[in-house]
């Protein structure tokens, strides 16, 4: 999490003077000033989130003034600074942006707020029951394998599909009725970090929904959260990672429990491993090695300078520093990039996986896919439609959807897991603004 201190080039405490510039800081909590500088209060906030993505490639973040949420379509004159001159910026953990999701359906907000919903019905592609609740002021969105939970911008939160994997989080209301800023969810449970650092479970108790027995280590300082299909890791403000659920799928990270102690700023999972980005830029993983849990064989590449890791199912993908690209695990699951290597070789700002495949956003704004070709590693018959203009990209168990520049969206894969979104096609032509 980091800090916005603002101000306005005028005495008016009130930024609707379009003639205005406002100046900004970005600021981490350690002090480190990460941007700074004046723009004019006509700009829309997208400003802000470039600023703050360049000084963390690959992150997404949000913007909150107080307890309302700042999306990037909001004109700066809008801002109202007699609420305060601090607006937080809050760092997704990656699992929220890039991780692939286990689900057969996608959940997508819009400019307004409002969430639309499409794929497999049973595991969440279905929002009716929840829809009065999401017409609008929905901030962020997480998905396992058959539900969704979604923050709102008063720090609520909204759960949906299955009622034992997380659908239903009655047990847990009270604590999640306000102050959550961030969700990550394994394949059978959600976690939730709020505020005051605090951590809230649930969903498959024996799959992470329930952190009783590290309850103390998680009682403040969880920054960021990552869950793989049976098991949780966060990692804590002071570097150290905390991890538990099913011990063989990467609960259990005794064996590297030293490399863990402290630096970790990124965690990742695939379906039964981790993998850590520690400071110096090396990566730490655990778990079950023929899904990523050893890296041995591409260690000398992993020594340093990895800013990003996103997994598949069985594979995980690294991005380095110069925007090259490693991988490695289970070859058909995206471990085996040599079919695209020279597309990964340079420019790559964003790598995402289904449970089969990846996909890389360039620079250029264009888009590589790799791996099973049924989970979305082969993304031809979309492919004039990827070859520029992309920001973000998402993957379900076995689908992708990308947003444009322009807002609207592109879907390949399987057409029952989200792959085809001609449903809701016209919802999806405009505005959207996050999608999982």
């Not at 082969?378 to 993957?395: F, N, R, Y």
Request: proline share 2%; with cysteine; aromatic share 6%.
């Amino acid at each position: 999490m980091a800090s916005i201190m603002a101000t306005t080039s005028n005495n008016n405490s009130n930024s609707n003077n379009n003639s205005s510039d406002i100046y900004f800081e970005l600021v981490e909590l350690s002090g480190h000033i990460v941007a700074k500088g004046a723009w004019s209060a006509t700009l829309r906030a997208d400003c802000l989130y470039k600023s703050a993505h360049l000084a963390k490639p690959g992150r997404r973040c949000r913007l909150l003034q107080g307890t309302w949420e700042i999306t990037p379509f909001i004109a700066l004159a809008a801002l109202d600074l007699s609420l305060g001159t601090c607006i937080q910026v809050v760092w997704l953990a990656s699992s929220v942006a890039d991780k692939r999701s286990d689900s057969q359906s996608f959940a997508a907000i819009n400019a307004e707020g409002s969430v639309v919903t499409w794929g497999n019905a049973g595991d969440g592609g279905h929002s009716s029951a929840v829809a009065p609740l999401m017409e609008e002021s929905v901030v962020q969105i997480c998905g396992n394998k058959f539900a969704f939970a979604a923050i709102k911008a008063n720090g609520s939160v909204v759960t949906w599909g299955g009622a034992g994997d997380g659908g239903d989080s009655s047990a847990v209301a009270p604590l999640l009725a306000e102050g959550v800023v961030q969700l990550s969810g394994n394949r059978f449970a959600f976690a939730a970090i709020k505020a005051n650092g605090s951590v809230v479970t649930w969903g498959g108790a024996g799959d992470g929904g329930d952190s009783s027995a590290v309850a103390p280590l998680l009682a403040e300082g969880g920054v960021q959260f990552s869950g793989n299909r049976f098991a949780f890791a966060a990692s804590k403000a002071n570097g150290s990672v905390v991890t538990w659920g099913n011990a063989g799928d990467g609960g259990n990270s005794s064996a590297v429990a030293p490399l863990l102690a402290e630096s970790v700023v990124q965690v990742c999972g695939t379906a039964s491993a981790f993998a850590a980005i520690m400071a110096n830029g090396s990566v730490v993983t655990w778990g079950d090695a023929g899904a990523g849990g050893d890296s041995s064989a591409v260690a000398p590449l992993l020594a340093e300078s990895v800013i990003q890791v996103c997994g598949t199912a069985s594979a995980f993908a690294a991005i380095k520093a110069n925007g090259s690209v490693v991988t490695w695990g289970d070859a058909d699951s995206g471990g085996d990039s040599s079919a695209v290597a020279p597309l990964l070789a340079e420019a790559v700002v964003q790598v995402c996986g289904t449970a089969g495949a990846f996909a890389a956003i360039k620079a250029n704004g264009s888009v590589v896919t790799w791996g099973d070709a049924d989970s979305g590693g082969d993304s031809s018959a979309v492919a004039p439609l990827l070859a520029e203009g992309i920001v973000q990209v998402c993957g379900n168990q076995f689908a992708f959807a990308a947003i444009k520049a322009n807002g609207s969206v592109v879907t390949w894969g399987d057409a029952g897991a989200g792959g085809d979104s001609s449903a809701v096609a016209p919802l999806l032509a405009e505005g959207i603004v996050q999608v999982n």
